[in-house]
T-cell receptor
Framework: QQQVKQSPQSLIVQKGGISIINCAYE??????FPWYQQFPGKGPALLIA?????SEKKEGRFTISFNKSAKQFSLHIMDSQPGDSATYFC????????????FGAGTQVVVTP | EPEVTQTPSHQVTQMGQEVILRCVPI?????FYWYRQILGQKVEFLVS????????KSEIFDDQFSVERPDGSNFTLKIRSTKLEDSAMYFC??????????FGDGTRLSIL
């Protein structure tokens, strides 16, 4: 049972371009949606998170767009930099089980110079 | 910035042996978690722990697994009799109340 579906599996973008990663969820009880960034040999690090009461959240070059009716959310990385090359995971957790994060499969992003 | 610390970074164990993975959560956090990531796959929830007891566990967390907070700073995951399929990266995480989880850099467990 794949509760959070993430796409694409990998992404190559030129420096300065926009990286877009999409996630879809099935469980309507989910109400917390974080994005994690993971570099090789490191643990996931929280990048940005959103709750369904807003449709968009921006922090620096990173923006989450959230569509509650479609049960979809996406991460946009603006002005992508080589240092953004990493694996990105979307995740979700329900109100009554806030700590139980359900992760997507991950997207490997490569930003070329 | 405070961080979650995990030891060892790599553990090699013979199949059938017991293994203990150790974590030092961030000091003022009250909620503790273990996740695992099999090579090339997604991160999977194993167990959450609060107030000295398990809050929730996944179907992966069977009788071979146990968690413990033996003192005020450590949080451990024990696998009693390891199997080949237990080979994975194991991540510890901690959080304050209603705050995001912070992950350690993981322990790579290799079962031979």
């Amino acid at each position: 049972q794949q509760q959070v579906k993430q796409s694409p599996q990998s992404l190559i973008v030129q420096k300065g371009g926009i990286s877009i990663i999409n996630c879809a969820y099935e469980n309507t009880a989910f109400d917390y949606f974080p994005w994690y960034q993971q570099f090789p040999g490191k643990g996931p690090a929280l990048l940005i998170a959103i709750r369904p009461d807003v449709s968009e959240k921006k922090e620096g070059r990173f923006t989450i767009s959230f569509n509650k009716s479609a049960k979809q959310f996406s991460l946009h990385i603006m002005d992508s930099q080589p240092g953004d090359s990493a694996t990105y995971f979307c995740a979700a957790s329900p109100t009554d089980s806030w700590g139980k994060l359900q992760f997507g499969a991950g997207t490997q992003v490569v930003v070329t110079p | 910035e405070p961080e979650v610390t995990q030891t060892p970074s790599h553990q090699v164990t013979q199949m059938g042996q017991e293994v203990i993975l150790r974590c030092v959560p961030i000091s003022n956090h009250l909620y503790f978690y273990w996740y695992r990531q099999i090579l090339g796959q997604k991160v999977e929830f194993l167990v959450s722990f609060y107030n000295n007891e398990i809050s929730e566990k996944s179907e992966i967390f069977d009788d071979q697994f146990s968690v413990e907070r033996p003192d005020g700073s450590n949080f451990t995951l024990k696998i009693r009799s390891t199997k080949l399929e237990d080979s994975a990266m194991y991540f510890c995480a901690s959080s304050a109340t209603n705050q995001p989880q912070h992950f350690g850099d993981g322990t790579r467990l290799s079962i031979l």
